[in-house]
Structure formats: C-alpha cells, structure tokens
C-alpha cells in the first residue's frame, strides 16, 4: 500500500490533554469542543491524556473535576481515564520511560545538551508550555557550546537540566484553522526537554505521547502557537510523523483582558455551581467560533455537523458582558 493511500485510511484521531493544576476555564472548553467536533465529524476516535508531568502541580482531584466537567458538557472519550484503552497509561507521571528512551535516541543524535545555567541566569526562559512569547524568551546559547572538559568542571557543582538544539532554519506550518505559520527557530531558541530535577518538560512528553498514541490531528489553544514549531523540530529529530496542528483563539473579554484572568467565575465547575445549564455554554461557543448563526442553547452531539475550521485567526475572540448574561439566563 503506498503511503498516500495509508494516510487516507487513517482514522482520524484527536485528544484533549489537560494539565491538572486547575479546573477547566471556558477557554479550554472552546478547544475542547473543537477537538471533539472535528473528531466526530470525520467518525475519529477520541482521546483524554491527563498531563500530569508537573507532579507538584498536579492533583488527582483537579484530573476527576476535569473529567467530570467534559462529561457535563457533553464530550466523551474513546480511551483515557475511566475507560481505558490500549495505551494503558493515559497519564503523563506513569509514562516516564517512554520519554526516558526519546531522550536517549536525541541524545545518540547529538540533538542534546547539558545546560548549567541557574535558575537566576533564566529567570525569564523556563521551558513552560504557557506564558512564553517567542520574542525576548529564548535560551542565549551559554551552555550549547561548553566542551567536554567545561561541562565536566561544571557538573561537579550541579546537575543540569537537558536543553534540545532548535535547527537554524525557520519552521514552517499549516495551522488547519488559520493558516500557514513560520517562525525562526533561532528566535525560539534551544529549550530544555528534562530539567536538572529529573522532570520532563511538557514540550517532549506532549510530542512522545502524541505520536505513540497516534494522534492525527491536534486541537488546541492559541496559548500553545509557539510550541507547535518546538514540537515539529522535536517531530523531526525523533523521525516521527507529526500532526496536523489547528489553534483555536482564547476567549477575551469586550476590553481585549483573558477571560480565563476572570478564572473564578468562569470556571465550568463554578459555571455548573451557579446553575448554568451545558446547552447554553455549547451555544455561546457554538456562536462565538461561527458554528451557530446566533446564541442558541445546543448540545455537543447537536453540532457535529455543524462543525467547520475556525477562520477566526489566532486574535482573542470577544466575548461581551451581554452573551455572559445569555449564558447565564
Ligand atoms: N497540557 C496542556 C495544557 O493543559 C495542553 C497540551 C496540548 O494540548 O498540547 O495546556
């Protein structure tokens, strides 16, 4: 069989992948519902991974609410937690040594290595997933040239964290909602897949995971732009098939502010607490990415053929005080 018909036989599979730090905000319940449309539309299978590599961070009782709220709203899953799968693990913490061996294939390739920088020296660069712009952030390089006998003189003092070497060269690709994106690798900088504690960094376990479960199509936020490019570059040197990419824009208040900022009021736990019925937030969704012509209430199910690739950008998307007060009606 050639490969391009191997391709169109695929089945589609997409994911939501939670970090469980916090309860979900509407923003992650846009992409959530876009992954999950996409994914039954085209008859796909679906999948919840709980990203739970941040162990300090993470907490079994924020995974369950997750879960609990992506049931309320309507969006199932054909493998993960409580339903299992051939993965067995559909949690980060219990797959370390898949991530153990990509590390070891990058580091056969000459892809890694170690940075001594401390925590003071990069203030402003860890390798979160969040937070990061690609101006300003990237790793100046200290450590990417160090020779043997420099990095055994610094590693007695301390144990370092492993940083991946971005290639040069600008990486292109084609967002499936708005586009196509280039970036500079060099403006992103090498970044670190394993930090000198022993954690794995989101960047590696997100694209190990991905691509073992093979996952066709990932849907995401727009807070995630930048690390599609480090992915792809990680992709590449692992000799792995990536995904198609596809960002759905954060949701902002009438004045441009983050709702998820407004995380108290506006988590679905808290939505739900208040009364507010699934329908209506799948509605305001619905209206706001264009799937519905005005707010209507709707199910999950009720907009799978409605579903279509946002052509919004990656701008925050508005939402006014006026459809907060439909929501909550
Ligand atoms: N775990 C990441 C988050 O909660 C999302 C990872 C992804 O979708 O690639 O933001």
């Known amino acids: 069989m050639s490969d391009a018909s191997n391709l169109q036989n695929r089945i589609r599979r997409g994911r939501f992948a939670p970090t469980p730090s916090g309860l979900l905000h509407i923003g992650n319940a846009f992409a959530a519902l876009a992954a999950w449309l996409q994914i039954r539309q085209a008859g796909g299978e679906f999948l ?3 990203e739970d590599i941040d162990k300090p961070r993470s907490r079994p009782a924020f995974a369950d609410q997750q879960q609990d709220d992506l049931l309320w709203l309507g969006l199932d899953w054909d493998e993960g937690p409580r339903v299992g799968g051939p993965h067995t693990h559909y949690e980060q913490s219990k797959r370390e040594e898949l991530y153990e061996a990509a590390l070891d294939q990058l580091r056969l390739a000459g892809k890694l290595y170690p940075c001594y920088c401390s925590r003071a ?8 997933p969040h937070g ?3 101006e ?17 003189a610094k590693a007695i003092a301390k144990e370092p964290a492993i940083r991946f070497r971005m290639p040069g060269a600008p990486i292109s690709f084609m967002d499936a909602f708005a586009g196509k994106q280039t970036y500079d690798g060099d403006a992103l900088g090498d970044f670190v897949v394993k930090r000198a504690d022993g954690m794995f960094s989101y960047q590696l376990a997100v694209v ?8 066709t199509d990932v849907v995401r936020g727009a807070d995630l732009l930048d690390s599609t490019p480090r992915q792809l570059a990680l992709y590449a040197a692992l000799d792995l098939r ?4 596809a960002h759905v824009p954060l949701l902002g ?6 709702l998820s900022k407004r995380n108290k009021s506006l988590t679905l736990a808290a939505l739900r607490e208040e009364g507010v019925r699934p329908e209506r937030l799948i509605g305001l969704i619905g ?36 459809l907060l007060r439909w929501l909550r009606q």
């Open 48 to 50: 919840l991974r709980i």
């Open 253 to 258: 208040d009438a004045g441009g502010e983050r």
């Open 242 to 245: 990536p995904p198609a990419f």
């Open 287 to 322: 209206y706001v990415a264009g799937w519905l012509e005005a707010p209507e209430a709707a199910s999950a199910a009720e907009l799978i053929p409605r579903f279509a690739p946002l052509r919004t950008g990656h701008e925050p998307l508005p939402i006014g005080d006026d």
């Open 132 to 134: 990061l712009s690609s």
């Open 208 to 215: 190990v995971d991905d691509a073992a479960m093979g996952i």
């Open 121 to 128: 020296e990069l203030a402003s660069i860890a390798s979160a």
């Open 136 to 152: 300003g952030a990237a790793y100046p390089g200290f450590c990417s040239q160090l020779t043997e006998e420099e990095q055994a």
